[in-house]
């Protein structure tokens, strides 16, 4: 094994920590008694279909998200189509997924007339749902109607065409348009996750595995524009950049220099990127601009930082300045930011401590990363728009968080996180999400395999 083994480990820290703690003991799975006129939102629904519900880990938060009451919202799933109960739980999972809706699912022979609106009303209903079968010409469609209980007044209708074999992708689709009829805003219903190496829709829910080898394959990331993943390989010679096509599922290799060639991060044209290459010494960041490769027709990387630490994780911002971690002032990884004009350097974290992995999220302009503290990782943030760069913890509970990523609405979080396995018997690393507003935490993967590493993007492509 070649020198780079030793820069690898520090690479392998950043990405993903080693942590004792067993979210066990604080993990809770919701199971509901209904009745026989409810909708089991425990119940499998095609072989094919994972539905389950995901567990939940009350988090403490030092953000301003007091606790609020929920809208109580009824969803009525007219008649008693099968494939009609299975979008309707994954609708009520996506609408619920916000913590702005309780959603109660049931099932009716015929829709409500004005009299019972009114009385589901009185009841404390306050947003009513209905979803029947619309089917035109032996193509299946649904018919979704928002109504407002007290007057009756239609707020949403909309018929959407769907298949048996996309029922996941169809019913994210109607929670992605109902849901700014609701809420006033988008959610991540339509984005996809990746982990090494599976991609799956938001909520983990229909989940396919895209690459396995005998290799180790770590550090998936996404291209901005073209249908591709990004992903490293440690092989024996060196820890070589792979890329994979998800429209011909075919893998290539992109660079295998001497060590480490890992860690893409592209401009939003997706024309350049920066990643970390070592070569026999430190681990630093490089610019590949295709424009200056179309020029000399031969790859050419412009070296961006230069000095005697470990620098990783690179973020590439629209206004094309880098942040990355680096542990080259303090001996720990550290938060930077690199001006891309004025080739300047300023350490955002406060030196103190272990600071990896960041993420940047367009929309509010804003890091987040993982911290060392009290023996565990939390996640913490940074608003660029503040020049005083303040540190903002946004969990302090008892277990550890890796590889934080952004949803693009930046109203969530997902990461990888250990959770004590019963059939395993070990602490198995699983993938979860932080809704930032409310402070919930949600596991949303369950099962004896190791789940981390994850990247999101906002378009679909786990279909």
């Not at 007219?78 to 702005?100: H, M, N, P, R, Y």
């Not at 440690?234 to 295998?256: A, C, G, P």
Request: proline share 3%; hydrophobic share 35%; charged share 20%.
């Amino acid at each position: 094994m070649h020198n780079f083994c030793k820069k690898m480990v520090f690479i392998l820290l950043v990405l993903s920590f080693n942590q004792n703690a067993s979210c066990a003991d604080s993990q809770t799975v919701k199971t509901a008694s209904v009745s026989t006129s409810s909708v089991s939102t425990t119940s499998t629904s095609t072989a094919s279909i994972n539905s389950k519900k995901s567990d939940e880990i009350s988090v403490q938060v030092s953000a301003n998200s007091s606790a609020h009451s929920k809208i109580k919202t009824l969803m009525l799933c007219v008649g008693k189509d099968e494939s009609l109960t299975t979008l309707a739980k994954i609708i009520k999972f996506d609408l619920e997924f916000t913590d702005q809706l309780d959603v109660e699912l049931k099932k009716t022979e015929e829709e409500p007339d004005k009299k019972v609106l009114s009385k589901l009303f009185k009841d404390g209903v306050s947003l009513f749902i209905c979803l029947k079968n619309n089917d035109v010409l032996n193509k299946y469609r649904i018919e979704v109607v928002l109504k407002e209980p007290s007057s009756g007044v239609v707020l949403f209708n909309k018929a959407f065409a769907y298949s048996h074999e996309n029922l996941v992708l169809d019913a994210h689709t109607i929670s992605d348009k109902l849901l700014p009829a609701l809420t006033g805003e988008k959610g991540p219903m339509l984005s996809t996750l990746a982990y090494a190496i599976c991609i799956a829709d938001y909520e983990c829910r229909q989940e396919r595995i895209l690459y396995s080898s005998k290799m180790m394959n770590v550090a998936p990331r996404w291209h901005t524009q073209a249908p591709m993943i990004f992903f490293s390989q440690l092989t024996k010679e060196n820890n070589r950049l792979m890329s994979l096509d998800l429209n011909s599922n075919k893998t290539r290799i992109i660079s295998s220099y001497e060590g480490l060639n890992m860690q893409p991060s592209f401009s939003e044209d997706g024309s350049k990127s920066v990643l970390c290459l070592s070569g026999r010494k430190n681990s630093e960041l490089y610019l590949y601009d295709q424009a200056l490769c179309n020029k000399y027709k031969k790859k050419v990387f412009i070296q961006l930082t230069h000095n005697e630490g470990n620098n990783a994780s690179p973020c590439f911002l629209p206004n094309g300045d880098v942040i990355f971690c680096s542990d080259y002032q303090t001996g720990k990884p550290q938060i930077y930011y690199l001006n891309s004009k004025t080739k300047q350097t300023k350490r955002l974290t406060n030196g103190k401590g272990y600071c990896a992995a960041p993420s940047y999220c367009k929309r509010n302009n804003s890091i987040v990363y993982c911290r060392s503290k009290k023996g565990f990782f939390q996640l913490y943030t940074i608003n660029l728009n503040n020049k005083f760069f303040v540190e903002r913890a946004l969990t302090t509970d008892q277990h550890s968080k890796q590889e934080p990523v952004w949803s693009e609405c930046g109203n969530y979080i997902t990461f990888s996180t250990d959770c004590f396995n019963l059939k395993t018997g070990k602490n198995v690393s699983q993938i979860a999400v932080l809704n930032v507003r409310s402070g919930k935490i949600r596991v949303l993967t369950s099962d004896d395999k190791f789940k981390n590493f994850p990247c999101w993007t906002n378009k679909t492509y786990y279909c």
